[in-house]
């Protein structure tokens, strides 16, 4: 009987908040992903779960006139309510310490790199009128290529699509060049010969777009994260079971996005075999060289934003024995 009651209670308050409609942009150009599947769960739990308070449009990438790398700036002046942010670094740049080349080896150091990163990220991202619901990540980073790819050498000469900026300096120590193309773009540039490959993870780029591309070259750049944020204002006028409520399912439902994506790398990689993809796994000697070659970019890139950033990449260095 009492929990009968307590959950009447529950519903009535939300019954008291005004309907809000927000809308929702991600990135992603799939709604089959696994990013945008589960973060469609977490707008369908809200939805059903505040009793109709609240009612979200969720638009996939290009859907908006929004960029992707716009996504920051369209939460923060209320745009879109939420949003999920994986090209942020234009806006949030300490953010970058998570995408240096060659840092972040595996799972492991990742979520030590993110211990020590993430509360700045979210204090840059409160600094703009934005509040971080949560994150998750995809499996490292590897080169897909429409031509082959065994070899560091053999990326020289050619052009890539990245997924940041600072996958550029990876590029070029090795002769090849980078291009920033927003997702729903990549298909066309590769058919075209805009670009020779792409820079992506096999359970992201690999999964969408491996039917134009020939080899993958299995060393790990980088790993690469969304951010799942809200506009501080339009969370705030919402009612406090209402706000505990998108917290709370956010929170729930992202870590279990980087554990499917895990899982679905694996898979993915057996598909595009059975399709005819050359694997090239990278030799240590390969990692040795890319790892010792990135070493003087990681602190020349965080000089060069100031010393907030100098001391979090010494801070991650240490953790790392890097």
């Not at 709604?31 to 009612?55: C, F, P, Y």
């Amino acid at each position: 009987m009492r929990m009968l009651i307590a959950g009447l209670a529950v519903a009535a308050s939300f019954q008291a908040q005004a309907q809000e409609s927000w809308k929702f942009y991600t990135y992603l150009p799939n709604g089959k992903l696994a990013g945008a599947e589960g973060l469609a769960q977490v707008l369908d739990t809200v939805e059903k779960g505040s009793n109709g308070a609240i009612k979200f449009q969720m638009n996939l990438s290009g859907s908006l006139p929004i960029n992707a790398s716009d996504i920051t700036q369209a939460v923060a002046d209320g745009i879109v309510q939420m949003g999920d942010d994986g090209f942020f670094l234009g806006n949030i740049t300490i953010g970058g310490v998570l995408r240096q080349p060659m840092l972040i080896k595996d799972e492991m150091e990742y979520a030590k790199t993110l211990a020590i990163v993430q509360p700045h990220i979210e204090k840059a991202y409160d600094e703009k009128g934005i509040t971080v619901l949560g994150t998750y990540y995809y499996p490292l980073i590897t080169v897909f290529g429409a031509k082959p790819i065994t070899k560091l050498e053999d990326l020289n000469g050619k052009k890539f699509r990245m997924t940041s900026p600072e996958q550029a300096n990876f590029l070029k120590a090795f002769g090849a060049s980078g291009i920033t193309i927003s997702p729903p773009e990549v298909p066309t540039a590769l058919q075209r010969g805009a670009v020779d490959g792409v820079l992506t993870a096999t359970a992201g780029g690999g999964r969408i777009w491996g039917d134009l591309l020939t080899h993958n070259y299995r060393i790990g750049t980088d790993f690469f994260q969304g951010f799942v944020i809200v506009n501080k204002a339009a969370l705030g006028k919402l009612k406090p079971e209402l706000q505990k409520l998108i917290r709370d399912t956010v929170a729930q439902v992202t870590p279990g996005i980087s554990v499917r994506m895990a899982r679905e790398e694996g898979e993915t990689v057996d598909l595009l075999k059975t399709k005819g993809m050359v694997f090239t796994n990278a030799k240590p000697e390969d990692i040795a060289e890319a790892t010792k070659r990135m070493g003087a970019v990681w602190s020349e890139w965080a000089k060069s934003k100031g010393p907030l950033h100098e001391k979090v990449m010494a801070e991650v260095r240490a953790a790392l024995g890097k």
